[in-house]
Each structure stands twice: as C-alpha cells, then as structure tokens.
C-alpha cells in the first residue's frame, strides 16, 4: 500500500512510534530491565558495596530503548508478508510508514547509539554496534532462507541473541564500573533473565487449537497447547529458581533475606496465567484475547525485575551521582 503523500517525514515517524512502540511503556520495560540486571549483578559481587545510578546508567537505559525501538522497525520489514496476513494493521502494511521510512529510523537510531555509546567505552560500542549488525542481517537472512523464516523453534534460535545481547551488554558495562571480570555468577544471571523473557515469548505464542487462527506461528503447533503451556512454565520456573540459588536469601540476614525471598513472588503469576489458560479451553470463539496467558506473563516479568531491584537496594548501598 502506498504511503499517505499528506503525512510528512516526521509525522509519520511519530505515528509509527505512537502505533508500535507506546514510547513511555517501552522506556519503562528498558529501565526495569537494565537496573534490575545491574542490581542483579551488583547483589551478587561480594567486592562491590555501592550500588551507583547516575548518567552513564541513564544512558544505558537509552540504548536499551533506542535498540529496542531499531530491532522494532527491522521486525515491521522481517515481518512484512506474515502481517499482510495476520496483522494487516501493521503501518507498513497498511501504507502508514514507507521501507525508506523504517530504513531511516534505523539508520538515525544507530547513529545515535553510536553517540551514546562513545561517551562510555569502545567495548560496550562494539557490543552495540555488532547487535545493529546482527539484527538487519535477520531481514536478509529471513529474506533468503525459509528454513529460519519458517520454522518457528530455529527462528527463536537464530533471532534471540539480539534480545540476550542487551543483557551482555550490561553486563559489560557493569564489568566497566567495577573493573571486575566475568563469572560464572554473572553468566548465569543472564541465563536466568533470558528464561524469564522467553516465559513471556512462549505464552505470547501459546493458543488452544481451535482458537488460533489458520497460518499463525504459534510453538502449541509444534508441541503441542500441553506441551508449550508446560515449557512457558519451566521458564518461568528456571528463570526464578536459577535467582534464587544465586541470591542465597536462607545465607542473608534481616531485610536482606526477606527481600530475597520475594523474587519468588512472581512465580504466582506464571501459575495463575496457566490455570487461566486451561479454564480457556472451552471457549469456543477464535480471538488473539485467547493468548490468556500474556497479561500474567506480562505481570511475572514486571515482578521478576522490580523484585530484583528492591532486593539489590536491601542488600547495598545505592548512591546517586551525576557522573
């Protein structure tokens, strides 16, 4: 569909905004996501007793964002033909936003965090620059194989590390304040996070059969409704559970050792949005509302980083600073 000649360059740009990436929603996922994964290595680092939030956190929490904002325009064009389809709604589809609209969005995005990023050190540019690069490679890459476009396990294979890549990249940025190393801790903190987003992901693509639409990616396809109800739940599960071990709240004292067993709280909801799904079953309408696990999903991930904050400002100093 041809683009709306009326609408100027940035008109458009912040309709496309507006329509797909709820900006104040997606800076809010972007803070919770960096502090709680910084708070989460901090927690765990015995030789680091301050917990410090200043600019250069803040700028992390921009390039979370502004990446997030570019590998959005980069799935609008990945995902071109699916959404004709399945979400005909989308602005390139429906003529809202051009290729060269979305291919300058990206162009501008990364120039900025490229600008961003030099303030704070050539390693944690270069992460950065290589998640850019990996991301548009996925068009090409989707374009020329529909091995990875369509099948839907090794597309989640080929695709994550764009998402695990951010959390490596604050990673670093942590090794860079405390001029530590990396450890085994460390490692696993990310695992733990990448499990926790992938609960989200496999509820978000998780429908009873008679409620999914013909043509829809979905992983209930493959393993079954049982099957991806029980996976999205053992993410969650490891995601909370790998948390636990490595927080060690039963070896904490006073605010500390209730605050760590908080991080459990959030499993609840991952219990409640599978119950919900199994009342779901008999619904007998097909309608996207019948992905019912999604909005409990949505809760247990919020938890599962604001949890982790609060018990990162329970077991450290936190110290506020300009730079």
Known sequence: MAVDGRKGRIARLVEFITSTY???????????????????????????DTWILDLKALLGILTLFCTLFLLRAVD?????????????????????????????????TSILLILMNGFLSWILLLIIMADIGYGVFLVWLEKHSNRVKEWLFLNLVVTYPVNVALSVYTYFFFLERVG??????????????????????FCRKT?????????????SDIIGARGSSW????????????????????????????????????????????KRFYEAKSQATCTRKAAVMVPFATYYLVLFYVTLIVHTAARKDVLFRVW
């Open 180 to 201: 530590g190393r990396a450890t085994d801790k460390g490692v696993s903190t990310i695992i733990a996070f990448a499990a926790a987003f992938l609960h989200w992901e």
């Open 76 to 108: 609008e064009i990945k995902d071109y033909d699916y959404d004709k389809v399945h979400h005909p709604d989308r602005p390139l589809v429906t003529g809202a936003v051009s290729r060269s609209d979305l291919v300058s969005y990206i162009a501008g």
């Open 22 to 48: 709820a900006p104040g929603m997606h800076f809010g996922f972007a803070a919770l996501w960096f502090l709680s994964l910084l708070g989460g290595f901090v927690s765990l680092d015995e030789t680091v």
């Open 231 to 274: 996976m999205a739940l053992a993410l969650a599960l490891v995601a909370t559970g790998t948390m636990i071990v490595l927080i060690e709240p039963w070896a904490c004292s006073g605010i500390s050792a209730l605050s760590g067993w908080l991080v459990l709280v959030p499993i609840s909801f991952a219990l409640l949005g599978r």
């Open 207 to 219: 429908y009873w059969p008679h409620h999914a639409e013909e043509g829809m990616r979905l992983y």
